[in-house]
Nanobody
Framework: QVQLAESGGGLVQTGDSLRLSCAASGRTISSYAMGWFRQAPGKEREFVTGISWNGKSVGYADSVKGRFTISRDNAKNTVYLQMNSLKPEDTAVYYC?????????????????WGQGTQVTVSS
């Protein structure tokens, strides 16, 4: 079993930055691909970004490309999401997810473990 815990969310203004962390416990995630998803009120959960087990392959939703950066530190069993130039439309609960595969996947159904989420609110 893998337990995931997100942190770093909060209330910020348009143009600000936030860094989310996803700390894993229970077992090492070094062989897991990881993803970040988000869900805004009344909307479906959507893919934000993913990273392969070794960090060599990453992907981003078009809406965040050039503003968000995913990274991982397998020694710390942690994945990060650096979010810059935040916009009100980035407001959502952000979830970290682990996939028992070497490659990330853009659909939520492809992930085996999920965190509880952290709220990000961007005011205009």
């Amino acid at each position: 079993q893998v337990q995931l815990a997100e942190s770093g969310g909060g209330l910020v203004q348009t143009g600000d930055s936030l860094r989310l962390s996803c700390a894993a416990s229970g077992r090492t995630i070094s062989s897991y691909a990881m993803g970040w998803f988000r869900q805004a009120p009344g909307k479906e959960r959507e893919f934000v970004t993913g990273i392969s087990w070794n960090g060599k392959s990453v992907g981003y939703a078009d809406s965040v490309k050039g503003r968000f950066t995913i990274s991982r530190d397998n020694a710390k069993n942690t994945v990060y999401l650096q979010m810059n130039s935040l916009k009100p439309e980035d407001t959502a609960v952000y979830y970290c997810a682990a996939r028992g595969d070497s490659s990330y996947y853009v659909r939520a159904s492809g992930y085996d473990y999920w965190g509880q989420g952290t709220q990000v609110t961007v005011s205009s």
